[in-house]
């Protein structure tokens, strides 16, 4: 089974703070994302990655970046957190066909004071 | 660019009866993927079900089946005999071969009631 998983699933951080979540996949997959969800918005995708060192924007991406030095992990990075990044965010990987299923971690709750 | 609407925040079904949760979609795409996702309670986010756009035939996994009505733009997900553990939020995405991304709706809390 894939598996997905995400460095902390309760994360609480101070306005202003610089801010890591890390993703970790186990399946050699090439693509990977990063998605907020806000209820009664869906799923938004920050970033995502098709590559080692490549990444590009999804539809919400500012006040984040990524990193992705290694094919198994894709890191996001708020740079100076604010109160409205409050939010879940969600990783998923995928292999390398577009309409192969994409598997999602379980989620890091970060809320930001 | 692509748009996915789940117009119902909730819905709810007894248990062992059917229920749909509609979804309508606007692409201009002719080469385009339909999905559902299950998100249970505080657990990982799952395929349910997916449909190629250029299948006329409705996909089915066991007791969740799709009523895909292309001219509709409409893709709305069937589940049978529902049970205790089909309680979760639901969510449409799409996805075209162009773009390689999927886009989702804003999902549906369905409840199940014993």
């Known amino acids: 089974d894939v598996k997905v998983t995400q460095s902390s699933r309760y994360l609480v951080k101070r306005t202003g703070e610089k801010v890591f979540l890390e993703c970790v996949q186990d399946m050699d997959h090439e693509n990977m994302f990063w998605y907020r969800q806000d209820p009664g918005l869906g799923l938004r995708l920050i970033y995502f990655s098709y590559d080692v060192k490549m990444k590009e924007k999804g539809d919400i991406p500012e006040g984040y970046s990524v990193s992705r030095e290694k094919k198994e992990r894709f890191s996001l990075i708020l740079e100076s957190a604010s109160t409205n990044q409050t939010s879940m965010y969600l990783c998923a990987s995928r292999e390398g066909g577009a309409t192969d299923t994409q598997y999602f971690g379980p989620g890091t709750r970060l809320t930001v004071l | 660019a692509q748009t996915v609407t789940q117009s119902q925040p909730e819905m709810s079904v007894q248990e062992a009866e059917t229920v749909t949760l509609s979804c309508t979609y606007d692409?201009?795409?002719?080469?385009?993927?339909l999905f559902w996702y299950k998100q249970p309670p505080s657990r990982q986010m799952i395929l349910v079900i997916r449909?190629?756009?250029?299948?006329?035939q409705n996909a089915t996994e066991n007791r969740f089946s799709v009523n895909f009505q292309k001219a509709a733009k409409s893709f709305s997900l069937k589940i049978s005999d529902s049970q205790l553990g089909d309680a979760a939020m639901y969510f449409c995405?799409?996805?075209?071969?162009?773009?390689?991304?999927?886009?989702f709706g804003k999902g549906i809390t369905l409840s199940v009631r014993p």
């Open positions: 692409t201009s795409e002719s080469d385009y993927y």
């Open positions: 449909q190629e756009a250029y299948k006329q």
């Open positions: 995405a799409s996805l075209t071969g162009a773009n390689s991304k999927l886009t």
